[in-house]
């Protein structure tokens, strides 16, 4: 059995994430690879629970950061423990649609919680299980917001932010790119994942 591989997609809101993982998954599933997608905050009944509140019941609309930050974590938590870890150790192909970093970004550096708490709740909640490589799709936050208000579909909470919030989340993820080179690789959104991957030496 090979051994399972965890692949995080990180970006702001409009970036392409979902477009690039269909593209990636297809292409892995042709070569052979068993692969599953799960997306934060959510994955899970519980976690798909959590995600409503946070994303669009009108209970959240008065949620505070701290809120905010312990409930993407508890999502995480349970995620990691039902269904990340099992299927890592069946030897599939994980990719998450946002992962820890997310939060670092937005609760973090975006919302100004104390970084060095968000960290620790961050590995608290994945207790230990890291991915094997993070692909930040990097995009002008303008064209990002303007993407999404464009949608014609009803915003969530956080796609709801001002342009100012998506600039933020922008700088951050190029800020913890930096702080992580080793794990983390940043891929203009407009080049896109599948000429990223054919540049690699090695196939992920």
Partial sequence: MSAGFLLSFEGSEGCGK???IALLRTRLEAAGRNVVVLREPGGTELGESIRHLL???????????ETELLLFAASRAQLVREKIRPLLESGTFVILDRFLDSTTVYQGIARGLPLESVRAINHFAIGGTL????????????????????????????ESQPQSFFEKV???????????????????AAVGVRIFIGRRNKTV
Avoid: C, F
Wanted: negative net charge; hydrophobic residues 35%.
């Fill in 131 to 158: 991915p094997n490589l993070t692909l930040v799709l990097d995009m002008d936050s303008a064209t990002a917001w303007q993407r999404i208000h464009q949608s014609g579909r009803e915003l969530d909470r956080m």
């Fill in 55 to 65: 994303q669009h019941a009108k209970e959240g609309a008065a949620m505070t950061p």
């Fill in 18 to 20: 979902s477009t690039q």
């Fill in 170 to 188: 922008r700088q951050g993820y190029l800020e913890v790119a930096q702080a992580e080179p080793q794990r983390i690789q940043v891929i203009d």
